[in-house]
């Protein structure tokens, strides 16, 4: 639930003064993505509430007016790997590092945001291969696979994608923003006709009492 506001935070302080937008993690976790113990607690409506909260920040991180990226130096399990999928660019350190959407494992669908911004990225085989394995893999091989923009050294990521967008920053804001607005549009549109509905199903399938024992069992892992 922190993640979801902080990042809403972020984006609206960024966009009334900054030209760009870097995220960071640290050297362990870039993002550990949604907290099950804490969530495992919630009954629909506070689930809802947070399913919500969580797409809308993700959904205004990937339409911001400015250049964005991730700087990837530790893992970025599930949730974590949906903020990446948001941004521009994706830079990420090489090394034991975990990508990855898990969720089938947990009786979840990966949620309608992130697989639509999933299906951007990367090749149709590709998506089937992440949605229906549902496994972490390391850096290198999601750089191949097209998760990861650019591979880098251990230590170095946050200095190249900052290095990234300083170079995007520095041309015409109005151009970017007409240019990215664009790119964004299709989705955006869909995501406002359909968020709703998909939202509900993806809770039909939390609270169903398969995945509630799955939640249960990885929430006590924590």
């Known amino acids: 639930p922190g993640l979801a506001a902080d990042l809403a ?19 362990k ?3 550990m993505g949604f907290n099950l113990p804490e969530l495992i607690n919630l009954d629909r409506e506070g ?6 909260g969580f797409n809308a920040a993700i959904h205004d991180f990937y339409v911001i007016p400015l250049p964005t990226a991730v700087a990837i130096e530790g893992h ?4 974590g790997t949906i903020l990446g999928l948001a ?5 990420a350190a090489a090394g034991k590092k975990l990508l990855g959407l898990n969720e089938i494992k947990l009786g979840l669908p990966v949620p309608y945001l992130a697989l639509m911004m999933l299906g951007q990225k ?11 394995h549902g496994e972490f893999v390391r850096t290198e091989k999601a750089f191949d696979m097209g998760l990861v923009d650019e591979l880098v050294a251990p230590g170095s990521a946050r200095e190249r994608a900052v290095d990234r967008i300083k170079t995007i920053a520095g041309y015409p804001k109005g151009a ?18 359909n968020h709703a509905e998909q939202h509900e ?6 609270f169903s009492e398969e995945t509630q024992a799955l939640l249960e069992e990885a929430a006590s892992k924590f």
């Open 47 to 52: 689930m809802r509430n947070f399913i919500f």
């Open 87 to 91: 941004a521009d660019f994706r830079i």
């Open 176 to 193: 970017f923003a007409l240019m990215k607005e664009t790119q964004v549009a299709t989705l955006k549109a869909q995501y406002a006709e």
């Open 29 to 31: 976790f870039f993002s």
């Open 9 to 27: 935070q972020a984006l609206k302080d960024a966009e009334l003064s900054a030209r760009g937008v870097v995220l960071c993690g640290n050297e």
């Open 201 to 206: 199903r993806f809770l039909d399938c939390w």
């Open 76 to 79: 970025a399990i599930a949730g």
């Open 122 to 132: 990367v090749s149709h085989t590709t998506v089937l291969d992440v949605l229906y």
